[in-house]
Nanobody
Framework: QVQLVESGGGLVQAGGSLRLSCAASGIIFGINRMGWYRQAPGKQRELVAFSTKGGNINYADFVKGRFTISKDNAKNTVYLQMNSLKPEDTAVYYC?????????????WGQGTQVTVSS
């Protein structure tokens, strides 16, 4: 059974930094991509960033230049370094992993970690 364990959220002042981590266990074949989404109160979940097996990285426009996604493939772990945080970055951040199996692509979500940025 695949499990995603997130850590690193918290409360920070505007302009500060946080680093999120997400470790995936139970992966049998491999991972196509790992990424982060976020959901603010009253809003839909939105993509923050993802990184593919092939090394492609995609960022939402609102985090470009401030957030950096990275992976440790050996540990099936993805990180999100968040700098220059703004109050509008306040949200629950969710890790997302797409696993590949023969004939299948399976999507998994972490439990979410709260990020709160005070002004």
């Amino acid at each position: 059974q695949v499990q995603l364990v997130e850590s690193g959220g918290g409360l920070v002042q505007a302009g500060g930094s946080l680093r999120l981590s997400c470790a995936a266990s139970g992966i049998i074949f491999g991972i196509n991509r790992m990424g982060w989404y976020r959901q603010a109160p009253g809003k839909q979940r939105e993509l923050v960033a993802f990184s593919t097996k092939g090394g492609n990285i995609n960022y939402a426009d609102f985090v470009k230049g401030r957030f950096t996604i990275s992976k440790d493939n050996a540990k099936n772990t993805v990180y999100l370094q968040m700098n220059s945080l703004k109050p509008e970055d306040t949200a629950v951040y969710y890790c997302n992993v797409e696993e590949w199996r023969p004939g299948l692509q399976l999507d998994y979500w972490g439990q979410g970690t709260q990020v709160t940025v005070s002004s």
